[in-house]
């Protein structure tokens, strides 16, 4: 199985930008879907971004496209996530998942395998 592991989080200014890292261990990244959720405080988890395996197919929730990236670095076993002109709004957990078998999923139960987050703070 796959281990996953976040990083890149920090306290940014309104209209500034992050690059979130998932690193994963154990398994190629590239064989599974790769998903990017947060949480914030008193809300359910949601789905960011996610990547398709094998062909990379990508796909976004409709409050991040134009500002967020998802994209995957094969030699290095990561999934990034390019953040953009972040918004207070954008302030939670952010976490990276893994899903191993059909097709990318919006759901966050889809997922088999979590890391343990990462923190986004936007201040405005």
């Known amino acids: 199985q796959v281990q996953l592991a976040e990083s890149g989080g920090g306290l940014v200014q309104a209209g500034g930008s992050l690059r979130l890292s998932c690193a994963a261990s154990?398994?190629?990244?590239?064989?599974?879907?790769v998903g990017w959720f947060c949480q914030a405080p008193g809300k359910d988890r949601e789905f960011v971004a996610a990547?398709?395996?094998?062909?990379?197919?990508?796909y976004y929730a409709d409050s991040v496209k134009g500002r967020f990236t998802i994209s995957r670095d094969n030699a290095k076993n990561t999934v990034y996530l390019q953040m953009s002109s972040l918004k207070p709004e954008d302030t939670a957990i952010y976490y990276c998942?893994?899903?191993?078998?059909?097709?990318?999923?919006?759901?966050?139960?889809?997922?088999?395998?979590w890391g343990p987050g990462t923190q986004v703070t936007v201040s405005s």
């Open positions: 998942a893994a899903k191993t078998y059909g097709v990318t999923s919006y759901r966050p139960g889809a997922y088999d395998y």
């Open positions: 990547i398709s395996r094998g062909d990379g197919s990508t």
């Open positions: 154990g398994r190629t990244v590239s064989s599974y879907h």
